[in-house]
């Protein structure tokens, strides 16, 4: 394995701006290689990309692998694939880190199974650990636990949560290598185009998140929460059982399981506040409890807290934003 050397970092586009957990990553990725006295790499696949490249420099990496295509300036699952792997098979990263997005939850496993080492996916930590080896930390067993896992085979894979980890601060003195890539196409009659819109809902992008639990009596229920996050220009969100109950698709989740946010406002109602719902949504900016129970967890995260129904405060917070806006 002492071929293995450096960390690389997935760089995910789209069209033409870079996702905001690719900085986190290098940022992740500069203090593991301190430690190490490694390279941080980053790898981008796009087409006339632009000054967009100079903001990895800029966020710590020292080398931009840069394939520039006009196939690849949407995402194309089996090129992408296909020419990640050639990278990696060429200049032998010992870490290569992705973030734990759509696109990069379909791009990740197959580019480990690929290269038939282990991945572990969604990480909400990474650590150094003896001789070197990357710790890769993530929820197990709905969140109860946290498992600790270390790959034996190289390079080691992880696919990382977005806003879990803490990017450098921009710094546009920082400047690097731009290493152009050939890039080679495969067969274009199989293509899968992974993008928001596609699916419809980005929580972890959101400024304003409502998010429903336990204390919603059905699925259809959930319509009081569209119209309080329409009116604050936000989304809904919900926590695992209800999802469990195929009330809502995973992609709405919020917890160890499902999503991390950060929003500016955060509306939690009827959500009692488990561990493993907090830990996706603490570190929001305010936050707001609607429960009819009073000694319901969540009001000690709190920033407001409202006792009472949420079947009478919902409509009502809706109407005082629907009025001012």
């Known amino acids: 394995m002492n071929e293995y050397k450096g960390l690389m970092v997935f760089a995910e586009q789209t069209e033409g701006r870079i996702h905001p957990v690719s900085y986190e990553l290098l ?3 500069t203090e593991i290689a301190q430690k190490l006295g490694i390279e941080v790499s980053s790898v981008l696949l796009g087409s006339n990309i632009g000054d967009e490249i100079n903001e990895l420099f800029y966020y710590g990496a020292q080398k931009v692998y840069y394939f520039d295509n006009p196939a690849l300036a949407e995402f194309d699952l089996l090129n992408y ?3 990640l792997v050639r990278l990696v098979n060429e200049v032998k990263p010992e870490t290569l880190l992705v973030g734990a997005t759509h696109l990069g939850r379909s791009l990740g496993p197959r580019i480990a199974a690929a290269l038939a080492t282990g991945l572990t996916a969604d990480c909400t930590a990474l650590e150094v650990g003896d001789e070197g080896n ?4 993530r929820p197990a067993f709905s969140g109860n636990i946290f498992a600790h896992i270390r790959t034996t085979t190289r390079p080691q894979m992880a696919t990382v949560r977005y806003k879990v980890m803490q990017k450098l601060p921009r710094d546009e003195s920082r400047t690097g290598e731009i290493v152009r890539m050939d890039t080679e196409l495969v067969d274009p009659l199989m293509k899968i185009v992974d993008k928001t819109s596609a699916g419809g809902v980005n929580i972890a992008e959101a400024e304003v998140v409502v998010c429903g639990g336990r204390g919603i009596k059905s699925a259809g229920d959930f319509a009081l929460l569209e119209e309080l996050a ?3 220009g936000g989304t809904v969100g919900c926590t695992r059982p209800i999802v469990d109950d195929a009330w809502m698709g995973k992609q709405h989740q919020v917890g160890f399981s499902g999503n991390t946010v950060k929003p500016k406002l955060y ?3 009827g959500v009692s506040g ?3 719902h907090l830990a996706g949504m603490r570190d929001s900016d305010v936050i707001v409890a609607i429960n009819a129970d009073p000694s319901a967890p969540i009001f000690k995260v709190a920033d407001y807290g409202i006792v009472g129904d949420l079947y009478e405060v919902v409509p009502k917070l809706t109407a005082e934003a629907q009025r001012r806006s």
């Open 27 to 29: 940022g992740k990725g």
């Open 81 to 83: 694939k296909h020419n």
């Open 274 to 276: 488990s561990p493993q």
């Open 134 to 137: 990357l710790i890769q930390i």
């Open 230 to 232: 329409t009116a604050l």
């Open 267 to 269: 509306f939690a109602v």
